[in-house]
């Protein structure tokens, strides 16, 4: 049975964070994507804490898609290593999980 997956990553641009959520879903890979508002992050790079102004852009896509999805955004990611982060949907609409399969689906 399909299931719908949430799949998240950041980026500290916001012309970068839009065109990865576009381009995501102009190929099919995602359904949809939202660029969240600016947050500021802190994480361990390099041996120090480390802290950036980033933009989270979450897709829906199925579970299918989902290492497709991940190979493209990584290909097209500006960070040495991008957060990449796979969350399940534990309750979908039928209705929503139909419209996703449908925008996943190669024309």
Do not use: C
């Not at 361990?44 to 497709?68: L, N």
């Amino acid at each position: 049975m399909t299931s719908i997956v949430i799949a998240q990553t950041t980026v500290n641009d916001e012309d970068k964070a839009y065109g990865l959520a576009r381009a995501a879903v102009e190929a099919r890979l995602a359904a949809g994507a939202h660029v969240d508002a600016r947050m500021t992050t802190f994480y361990w790079w390099k041996d120090a804490v480390q802290h950036e102004r980033e933009y989270r852009v979450s897709f829906k896509t199925t579970e299918e898609k989902a290492a497709e999805l991940e190979a493209w955004v990584h290909a097209n990611h500006p960070y040495e290593v991008p957060q990449w982060i796979l969350l399940p949907a534990v309750r979908a609409s039928e209705e929503f999980l139909a419209w996703v399969v449908q925008e996943t689906t190669a024309r």
